[in-house]
């Protein structure tokens, strides 16, 4: 088994860009793609890139993810910062048998 | 417009059994993996199981094996997790997630809250 480590929390001002990392603890990061889910307060979440750098259509260009396997981590960068784009942020990949979340990064914009 | 609305949450003492359901919506439900994600308060998203689209391949998190039995019926729509012998650690909102054809989960409900205390 393995973990995702991302930071507790970041903060930034609006218009600004921002960058939450997600480290792959065993495995490399490139062998199960990377997902980044969006939760706001009192809701489900929702999908902001899957496959490592997709991004669901109604989802802004100013999502973008990638992954680095020299640091063998995933990153999620938001930029031009909205308000609303204050909330949880979750990195999720997986193995052949089980499906693994990060601790969540909360994002305050502010 | 894809719909998962789950029931069956509440309060259960630590011991105790109960069912959660999730009911199916505006998609081919047999065509689909479905899984159960649970959130204990204030804390972040943990995968709780999986099943294939056949309920040929079934998978659980190490937390809950041996307790949770996670089941469908295609004919009805509907998604199921039973879980027993309950402790103060599953309480937490249940989320039932479809899986994408890509693998990621695309469509959540809104989650149902379960309570495991005396």
């Known amino acids: 088994n393995f973990m995702l480590t991302q930071p507790h929390s970041v903060s930034e001002s609006p218009g600004k860009t921002v960058t939450i990392s997600c480290t792959r603890s065993?495995?490399?990061?490139?062998?199960?793609?990377v997902q980044w889910y969006q939760q706001r307060p009192g809701s489900a979440p929702t999908t902001v890139i899957y496959?490592?750098?997709?991004?669901p259509s109604g989802v802004p260009d100013r999502f973008s993810g990638s992954i680095d396997s020299s640091s063998n981590s995933a990153s999620l960068t938001i930029s031009g910062l909205k308000t609303e784009d204050e909330a949880d942020y979750y990195c999720?990949?997986?193995?052949?048998?089980?499906?693994?979340f990060g601790g969540g990064t909360k994002l305050t914009v502010l | 417009e894809v719909q998962l609305v789950e029931s069956g949450g509440g309060l259960v003492k630590p011991g105790g059994s109960l069912r959660l359901s999730c009911a199916a919506s505006?998609?081919?439900?047999?065509?689909?993996?479905m899984n159960w994600v649970r959130q204990a308060p204030g804390k972040g998203l943990e995968w709780v199981s999986s099943?294939?689209?056949?309920?040929?391949?079934?998978y659980y998190a190490d937390s809950v094996k041996g307790r949770f039995t996670i089941s469908r019926d295609n004919a009805k729509n509907s998604l199921y997790l039973q879980m027993n012998s309950l402790r103060a650690e599953d309480t937490a909102v249940y989320y039932c997630?479809?899986?994408?054809?890509?693998?990621?989960?695309?469509?959540w409900g809104q989650g149902t809250l379960v309570t495991v205390s005396s």
């Open positions: 997630a479809r899986d994408s054809p890509e693998s990621y989960f695309d469509y």
């Open positions: 505006g998609f081919t439900f047999s065509s689909y993996s």
């Open positions: 099943i294939s689209s056949s309920s040929s391949y079934i």
């Open positions: 065993s495995g490399s990061i490139a062998s199960n793609y």
């Open positions: 496959e490592d750098n997709q991004r």
């Open positions: 999720q990949s997986y193995d052949s048998t089980l499906k693994v």
